[in-house]
Structure formats: C-alpha cells, structure tokens
C-alpha cells in the first residue's frame, strides 16, 4: 500500500478516493438542503415540544457525524417527523413541554438512543432492520401520520390544545373551536392548499414547458420556502403577531450550540430507555429502507451495520449539542439525490452552510407562523398514510392487514409505543397461529416420473397400503398436536395402511416436544402393525435425530427421497418392477 494511503486510512473511503467530477453536484445538492430543510427542522422541532432552535443545532454536528461514519452515499440525517412525534410521546408524560427538565430530557434521549445505536453495531445486529414486518411499519407511519395531523390542527385555528392522545387533541380542538384565529386558518390553509397545488400540478407543468425533469422536480420541493417566505413577509409586513395575535416561532438564539456532556441518573434511565430501544428500532429500519432504495438506484451497497455506528454517531453528537433523535429523513434524502449528491460530502455542505445560517440569520425566522409550518407538516404527513399497503394486504393476507391496522389504530388511539407493542405482538401471533395449523398434504406420484404431488391437486399414482404425507412447516411446540390428530384422522379413515411416510422436505427443525411426539407416535404405530418412515430428512435435522431414541428405532426406514420410498414398495410388492 503507497504511504499516502496508509497515513489518510483513517479516512472515510468515499473520501479516500474522492473524484473532482463529484464537487459540482455535492456542492449544489448540499446549499439546496440546506435552505429546504429550514423550516422542515423547525417545524419537527416545535412538533417534538422543543425550542426551535434544537432543529438547527440537529442539523449541523450530526450530520457530520454521520457522514464519516455510515455508509451511505446520499442519506441525509436530521430531524424527522417521526421521531420527533415519538420524542413528544416518549417525554410528555415526564415533564412540561419546552421548559429545562424536558430539553434535559430530550437530549438524554438522544443519548441512551445512540448508545444503544453503537451497542448494536458492536454486536453486528443490523438485522433488527428485518424485524418490524412492512405491514407493522406501514401500520405505525400511517398511524404516526394522523397523530402528527391532529396536533398541528391547533396552530392551523390558532388556538391552545392539549396534545398527551389523539381523544385529548380532539376534544381540546372542538372546545376551542369558537376562539379560533381567522388570520392563522386563512394563513394555515392557504399555505396547504399552495403545497398541495405545487406537488399535483408545478412539477408536471414544468415538464411540459420544457424543463428537464431533476429541475422541475426540485422546483416543486422549494414551494416549501416559498410559502415560508409569503408568510413571514406579511405577518412581518401587518405586524399580525401583534395586530392579530398570529403566533410565531419568535426569537431564534443565535450562535452554535454550547457542548453538553450531561448523563442521566438510573430514574431517567428507567423512564427512557424503552422509548429509545423503540425509536432507534424505527429509526433504523426507516433509515436502511430510505438508503437502500437510493443506493440501488446507483448499483451503490449500504452495509446496516455501519449505518447503526452511523447512526449512533448521529445521536450521540446530537445530544452533545443540546438536540433529540435523529434519523435518516425520506424527504431530505430526496432532495439530496435529487440535487445531485454523489457522497456524503454534500451534507457535510449542508452542515457549514446551516452553521451560516445559525451565526447571522436566525432574526429572519422571528415573524415566521407557526400555522405556515404546520400547514407544511400536514401535507408532508399526509403522503405517509399508506392505504396501498393496507389494500394489498387486505387482498392477499388477512393477517398481515390486520397488524397494519390493529398498529395504526393502536398509535392513534393508545399511543406510540403501545401502538407499536400491539403491531409487533399481532404480527408474532401471526406467525405462531399459521406455524401451528401447517399445510399437509398427501402425495402420490406423478405417471412416469419421479415427481410427488397433492393428491387432491393432481392425478397422481399412489401405492396402497402407503400413506406418504408432506408436512409444509417446521415441527415444534405449537403444531406437534395438529400433526398427530391429522395422522389419527387419515388412519381412521383407511384401516389398510401399513405404512407412514412423512414428507419432510419442507422441516427445517423438529424441537424436543415434537420430537416425543413423534416417539410415541412411532411406538404407537408400531403395536398396530403400521411402519413409520421418514424421507427426505434434511441434513442439520438428521444430525440431531440420528442419536435419539426414535432415530435409532427408524434405522432402515429413512429414505433420502420420496422416490426411493416407494421403489422400496414396488420391490416389496413386484419381484419384477422395474424403475420408471
């Protein structure tokens, strides 16, 4: 290796081998993320009970953090609506929405979810991205996404609401409903109404007057700032703060942010360390989906175990700089590829020029309405409602939609973490049930082949006196019973059985409940003259089976296929059969 690159192995690799053709987009991807994500981070940052200045401290050091660590090329990290919604959750309860103790607290949460973040990566668990099936992540976005609705309804009537659940919302909403603020619905409103119109109709007008689509497509994402800038322009203008008591985000301390090297004692610990495990679960998995769908558009790997030491970077250097969780954000890191990001670079970017922006412009963002940033979160959530997953579920397993609604609903109504407990334990129950009621089938073989198959599907031959059943699932606990009454009911029902052979293909374990059953199955076949057999064993089940009791009683009578099983048949039956 040349000496050069052993003194800068230190380095990330994107950086190692940087190439000059990448500056241009970088460059342009990072100032344009930069000025989008403004009132994004201020927005998720009010909707986390926080000052708003937190959203911009959150978008500088972790950023950077996370651009040495992880592994993705265009993942952009900072505040996400999610996680500021479970941090709401998550704190709450435990103190006064924007006071000391709760930003202590907001911080300390970030911290115990980084930890945790790192702890997984030293144990190479990124497989846990695998572990909230798709229907129970869908069912928790779609159910987070009317949460986040709900509680940005009162910045949009310019009236106070409490916001511990989504009854309590509700009910606040329709008693206050007579004090609404004319002013903030027609700001509130007409900002959506502006956003909804440039997501449906500005990108494919653009196109049609020959803008190229990247452009137009980026275009349309700035009407964020545009309705940003209209809005702050005429409270600012009509001193409407003031003249018709709009509210605003108000003073914007300046200046970066001081380091805070601040742990909580065990009663915190205690109190926060399940809403961490539960954001860093989410935020990971929603992180890895959102890298992993950009990296394939560019035949680029992520590596998840990189991304939790991201990841864990990320938070831990958003808690020392006084901010909350972060995550990989869908629409950040959309714009960012759209912009042209080709590495991490371009947050690196994005973090200088937000240190800008902290340092000399936060008097800008004094006049800002709040019901122009929620009108901003209402439209961004409302993508996030899924009902083309639950659709597709709904068609196609009944089960699945199930957990998707029965975590949506649960969100809604019980809360976030109890939302997502409830879609984790529908989709286990799930599991247990379709493992204990396994698909059987009895087989015979196909005329003049060595294939097996249903026969109740197919017109197959098989053998009297032989019974060959294919077992579609593991054996274990919770079907043992389920096989051993179906075996008794098709017994019953042919007395000239004299042989048993299961099918195993499909058995990838036999644990020691069902391993006795099957011994005493075995022993009770065998006082009534009846064979149990075996066939098609796979290797890691036979390793454990053969120093059993019931493996050593089956010698002779395991077959490596269901073919040889019954050529032992036809020899037995047919001195001069012959193999098809």
């Keep these: 290796m040349p000496p050069t690159a052993t003194r800068f192995a230190w380095l990330p690799h994107w950086l190692r081998h940087y190439q000059r053709a990448w500056l241009g987009g970088d460059v342009s991807a990072g100032l344009i993320v ?11 940052t009010l909707l986390a009970g926080l000052p708003a200045e937190m959203g911009l401290y959150a978008s500088i050091l972790p950023v950077v953090a996370y651009a040495l660590v992880g592994s993705s090329m265009t993942l952009a990290v900072g505040p996400v609506a999610i996680a500021a919604l479970m941090t709401a959750s998550a704190l709450q309860p435990l103190a006064i929405a924007g006071t000391t103790e709760y930003v202590q607290l907001a911080m300390h949460l970030a911290l115990i979810s980084g930890l945790m973040f790192l702890a997984f990566g030293a144990l190479r668990l990124g497989f846990l991205a695998y572990f909230l099936s798709r229907p129970v992540i869908s069912g928790f976005v779609s159910g987070s996404a009317v949460m986040i609705a709900l509680g940005q309804l009162k910045h949009i009537l310019g009236v106070e609401a409490p916001s511990s659940s989504s009854a309590a919302t509700l009910q606040g909403l329709w008693r206050a409903l007579p004090q609404s603020n004319p002013t903030a619905i027609a ?5 959506m109404v502006a956003l909804l119109l440039a997501r449906r109709i500005l990108a494919p007008a653009l196109l049609r007057v020959g803008v190229g689509a990247q452009a137009a497509d980026l275009l349309a994402r700035m009407a964020p700032i545009a309705t940003v800038i209209v809005g702050t322009g005429l409270v600012a203008w009509g001193q409407w703060d003031v003249t018709r008591q709009v509210a605003v985000v108000g003073s914007v301390p300046a200046g970066l942010p001081a380091w805070n090297l601040s742990l909580p004692g065990l009663s915190e610990l205690g109190q926060l360390w399940l809403p961490a495990l539960l954001i860093s679960l989410v935020g990971f998995v929603g992180s890895v989906s959102v890298a992993q769908s950009f990296a394939m558009q560019r035949q680029q790997r992520i590596a998840p175990d990189r991304e939790l030491w991201g990841m864990g970077a990320a938070n831990i250097a958003s808690a020392l700089t006084g901010s909350y969780p972060v995550h990989g954000g869908l629409s950040r890191s959309a714009i960012n590829f759209a912009a042209g990001a080709q590495t991490p670079l371009a947050s690196l970017i994005t973090a200088a020029f937000m240190v800008v922006i902290i340092s000399l412009f936060t008097p800008l963002f004094y006049y800002l309405p709040l019901a122009v940033l929620a009108a901003g979160i ?16 709904w068609a196609y397993d009944r089960a699945d939609a199930l957990s998707l609604l029965a975590t949506a609903v649960g969100v809604i109504v019980l809360g976030v973490e109890t939302g997502i407990v409830l879609g984790v334990a529908m989709s286990l129950a799930a599991l247990v049930w379709r493992s204990s009621h396994p698909h059987m089938a009895v087989v015979g073989r196909v005329p003049g082949t060595e294939h097996f198959r249903n026969v109740e599907r197919h017109a197959v031959e098989t053998v009297p006196g032989l019974l060959a059943l294919r077992v579609d699932e593991s054996l274990f606990f919770a079907n043992a019973t389920a096989l051993e009454e179906h075996i008794e009911t098709l017994m019953q029902a042919d007395a000239s059985i004299r042989r048993l052979l299961l099918v195993c293909s499909a058995v990838n374990q036999i644990d020691a409940t069902a391993l006795g059953m099957l011994t005493e199955l075995e022993q009770s076949l065998s006082q009534r003259g009846i064979r149990l057999e075996l066939a098609e064993v796979k290797g890691p089940v036979m390793d454990r089976l053969q120093p059993t009791t019931l493996g050593q009683r089956l010698q002779g009578r ?5 073919h040889d099983a019954f050529v032992a048949t036809d020899r037995q039956t047919d001195p001069h059969w012959q193999s098809p």
Excluded: K
Aim: aromatic share 8%.
């Design 34 to 44: 930069a000025v989008l994500v403004i009132p994004q981070s201020l927005a998720y």
């Design 187 to 191: 700001l509130g409103l007409g900002s």
């Design 378 to 393: 209402i439209v961004a959530v409302f993508s996030l409602v899924d009902m083309a997953t639950l659709q597709a579920s």
């Design 558 to 562: 395991l077959f490596r296929s269901v």
